[in-house]
């Protein structure tokens, strides 16, 4: 492996939502250092759009692993991994490097085609939760488990190949912050993110219509996003009981970066579009009432901030209070 000029480079993270974006840093930390360096991302078909979004991305190479898994017998479904296997395999890697560290993600990195000097490289067994995916790899670093899960992506990659970190974060979608036609009125509006996929992270719907209301106070627009159904009867009921507000239809996920990007600020619950959020460089809150934001809370190169924790959501004076230096 060449590590002044690494050629082809083939990045695996395939999900969740969070862990993508998480992974965005590593690409412009690559294309900083290796201007020239040409790099593939594998990636679930329906976080797809996120690494697209990034300009040093030169394809983006979708699987549906989650899809397959619930038909496993289905011939389509193995016409279907015999094509996402060929599109990997289509060119001859020097580098492919798996910042996921799981068995599905090995299962890839091991199907990737690698140069006669080019290597698969990933985390340590003891730096995993699955052990077993080491063995997948030629190359293993250990990066330590206490690390936030952005710096972990940063390290491993720098450390494969032989460069030092940037002093700054750059997740690479600045250029969505000049994007214009966006739903609402540029610098007035605010974003709540509402939905999560999972109960015991939503934050009550009382505390979101009285933040919504107080923000309606300052004159402010509130954009309520929503993906499921479930999810967008939720948005439309803060809304209906907020003066102005607006429960958006659905969106795909490069509309919901530019329209993250354009808010004045956001809040949300922990959820992916939080992390999309810190990547636009809007300021951000991310509220925690099921999970700590140690590892994994939002992280950017604007101004953010994590608030509550696993078994103790924060209260509406709390936010309103973090909010004030933005209102």
Not at 79 to 98: P, S
């Amino acid at each position: 492996m060449n590590t002044d000029d690494p050629g082809d480079i083939l990045l695996i993270k395939t999900s969740s939502m969070g862990d993508v974006i998480h992974n965005l840093p590593v690409l412009s930390d690559l294309k900083a250092r290796f201007p020239r360096a040409r790099i593939d991302w594998v990636v679930e078909e329906g976080f797809a759009d996120i690494p697209r979004l990034h300009p040093g991305a030169r394809q983006v190479l979708p699987v549906a692993v989650r899809r397959w898994r619930r038909h496993p017998f289905s011939a389509s479904v193995w016409r279907e991994i015999w094509a996402a296997r060929q599109r990997i395999q289509a060119t001859d890697y020097d580098v492919v490097l798996d910042t996921q560290g799981l068995l599905k993600s090995a299962l890839v990195a091991r199907a990737a085609r690698c140069a006669a000097t080019g290597q698969r490289v990933g985390y340590s067994a003891r730096a995993l939760r699955e052990p077993l995916a080491a063995l997948a790899y030629d190359k293993r670093f250990f990066i330590a488990k206490s690390l936030h899960a952005v710096a972990r992506n940063r390290q491993l990659a720098a450390q494969a190949l032989g460069y030092a970190l940037p002093d700054s974060l750059d997740y690479g979608l600045s250029a969505l912050r000049g994007a214009t036609g966006m739903t609402g009125a540029r610098g007035e509006s605010v974003v709540l993110l509402t939905a999560s996929s999972r109960a015991d992270k939503l934050w009550a719907e009382v505390n979101w219509i009285n933040l919504g209301r107080a923000l309606a106070r300052l004159g402010l627009t509130v954009l309520l996003p929503s993906g499921s159904a479930r999810e967008r009867e939720r948005a439309e009921r803060i809304a209906d009981k907020v003066s102005g507000a607006q429960a958006t239809p659905p969106m795909s996920l490069a509309d919901l970066a530019a329209l993250l990007a354009h808010a004045r600020f956001v809040v949300g619950v922990d959820t992916g579009l939080v992390h999309l959020a810190a990547a636009v460089q809007t300021p951000v809150l991310a509220l925690y009432t099921a999970s700590q934001p140690t590892l994994t809370g939002v992280l950017g190169s604007g101004w953010h901030e994590n608030l509550g924790a696993n078994g103790a959501p924060p209260d509406l004076q709390a936010v309103l209070k973090t909010l004030k230096p933005l209102l």
